[in-house]
C-alpha cells in the first residue's frame, strides 16, 4: 500500500449520446436520448435532454409522450464499442498502466508523467482531454486524485466545472468527503446508505473519521478498505491486466412482435454472430452455449446445451442452436426476443486436436471466421451476412434506428 501515487479517473461525457453526435453532428445541441430498443428504457441523455426533465431509465412510450421534444435513437453498442476502443488506445498509448474498468470509464496511473511530459498534473491531463476531442469527437471529465475512489469523487465533481477537470490533492481530501454524501462514495451505494444513515453517518467525511474497530465490526474488510482509500491510501491498485469474461451473451428486441420462425432465426443469427467475432477477439472458444426467447408478454425460455467440441465459429453455434430454437418455439405465439449466450471458454493456445476430428475442416472454419471480422473491420458491420432471408422490420415512424434519418 502506498499513498504516492496519483490516479486519474477519465469519464466519458453521456457516452452514447457524444458517439451518435460524433457520427452525426446535426444531433449537437438538441435534446437527445438513446434507448434500449423500440420498447425499452432511456439508457443515455444528452445534457439537453437532462435539462428538460427527461428521467434515466423510463420506458420510451411514457418519454416519447411527455417529452416530445427530444430525439430518440436506438442504441448501437456496436459503434459505441468501436469508439470505446479508440479512447482507450489514446491512454494506453499516455501512460503503460491503465486500467479499462467500463465502456466508457478508464483509471490511468499518472505516476511520473509529470516528470516525463514535464507539465504539472492540470495541463497533463487537460492535453489528454483535448486529444480525446480532437481525434475521437469524445468529450471526457477527469478527475484526479490519490487512489481509486478518490478520483471517482473527483470525476463527479468535474462535472460541474468550466474546464471538467478536478484535482484533489492531499489538502483537499478532507474538503471533498465532507460535501459527499456517504451513498455517493464507489462501493456504498443507496442500500449500504441507508443503514449507514441510520448510524449517524450521513458524509463520507463522517466515515473516515469513524474507529476502524468499529466499521470493521459492522462491514469487516470491504468497510476498512473502502476507509483508508478515501482517507487517500491506496488499497485497490491500477490493473492493466484484462480478466477474461465467464460468458458472453447479445440480445435485442425485435422491433415488431413477431410469431415468424424463420425472422427469428435470423435475428438469432445476428446475435450468434455478434458473440463469435467477440469470442474471437480474446482468442477463446466456447463448450456450451444458451438460447433464449422471451414472448410478448415477457415469458422467458432458455435452455443450455454442451457443445461435443469447442468452436468460436457461426456455423457451428448455429448448428446446434437452431434445434433449441425450435423446441421452445410454438407458431401461436408472439415473441419480442431471442438471443444467445456463450460460456465454457477454452483459450484457443490450450486447445489439442482430436485424433478423429475433421481438423482440415475446422481449420477451415476458423479462417472464414477470422475472414468475418476483418471484412466487418474494413468495411462495417453485417457486411456479410450469413443465410439471412427476411429483411428486419423497418422502426415505427418517429423513432430513429440511425441519425441519418434526421
Known amino acids: 500500500m502506498t499513498n504516492q501515487k496519483y490516479i486519474a479517473l477519465i469519464d466519458c461525457d453521456s457516452f452514447f449520446v457524444s ?89 490511468v496511473d ?33 478527475g484526479v486524485s490519490r487512489t481509486k475512489t478518490l478520483a471517482k469523487l473527483a470525476s463527479d465533481k468535474s462535472k460541474s466545472t468550466r474546464t471538467r477537470i478536478a484535482l484533489v490533492g492531499k489538502a483537499g481530501i478532507d474538503k471533498l468527503l465532507k460535501h459527499t454524501e456517504i451513498q455517493e462514495v464507489w462501493g456504498v451505494g443507496r442500500k449500504l446508505g441507508v443503514k449507514l444513515r441510520g448510524l449517524g453517518v450521513r458524509t463520507a467525511y463522517d466515515f473516515v473519521r469513524k474507529d476502524e474497530k468499529w466499521i470493521k465490526s459492522r462491514f469487516g474488510k470491504n468497510g476498512l478498505s473502502i476507509q483508508a482509500e478515501l482517507s487517500g491510501i491506496m488499497i485497490s491498485p491500477i490493473s492493466s491486466e484484462n480478466e477474461r ?10 422491433l415488431e412482435f413477431s ?23 480474446i482468442n477463446c472458444k466456447c463448450a456450451t452455449i444458451g438460447v433464449l ?46 438471443g444467445i449466450v ?9 486447445e489439442q486436436l482430436l485424433l478423429f476430428d475433421n481438423n482440415p475442416k475446422r481449420e477451415q472454419n476458423e479462417k472464414l471466421g ?30 430513429l434506428t440511425s441519425p441519418k434519418e434526421i
Request: charged share 25%.
Open 19 to 107: 458517439c451518435e453526435r460524433k457520427l452525426n453532428p446535426e444531433l449537437n445541441n438538441i435534446p437527445v436520448c438513446i434507448v434500449s430498443g423500440e420498447r425499452g428504457c432511456i439508457i443515455s441523455r444528452s445534457r439537453e435532454a437532462k435539462i428538460l426533465g427527461v428521467p434515466m431509465g423510463i420506458p420510451l412510450f411514457q418519454a416519447v409522450e411527455k417529452y416530445p421534444e427530444s430525439i430518440y435513437i436506438s442504441a448501437n453498442h456496436y459503434a459505441y464499442t468501436k469508439i470505446s476502443r479508440t479512447v482507450m488506445e489514446i491512454l494506453k498509448d499516455f501512460s503503460p498502466n491503465v486500467e479499462v474498468y467500463s465502456i466508457d470509464e478508464a483509471f
Open 110 to 142: 499518472l505516476t511520473g508523467l509529470t516528470k516525463l511530459y514535464r507539465k504539472n498534473y492540470f495541463k497533463l491531463v487537460y492535453e489528454l482531454q483535448q486529444k480525446i476531442l480532437k481525434e475521437t469527437g469524445i468529450p471526457v471529465s477527469i
Open 245 to 254: 469474461p465467464k460468458s458472453i451473451s447479445d440480445t435485442k428486441s425485435f
Open 259 to 281: 410469431s415468424n420462425l424463420q425472422f427469428i432465426k435470423n435475428q438469432l443469427s445476428i446475435h450468434i454472430h455478434e458473440t463469435c467475432s467477440r469470442l474471437r477477439k
Open 293 to 338: 426467447l422471451k414472448t410478448k408478454d415477457f415469458r422467458t425460455y432458455y435452455e443450455k446445451v454442451k457443445l461435443d467440441i469447442p468452436t468460436d465459429f457461426e456455423f457451428e453455434i448455429s448448428r446446434a442452436a437452431f434445434p433449441v430454437l425450435e423446441k421452445m418455439y410454438t407458431p401461436q405465439t408472439l415473441y419480442r426476443s431471442t
Open 342 to 350: 456463450l460460456e465454457d471458454f477454452k483459450a484457443c493456445a490450450n
Open 370 to 399: 477470422k475472414s468475418l471480422d476483418i471484412l466487418e473491420q474494413k468495411f462495417g458491420r453485417n457486411i456479410v451476412r450469413t443465410g439471412f432471408t427476411d429483411k428486419e422490420v423497418p422502426f415505427k415512424q418517429g423513432f
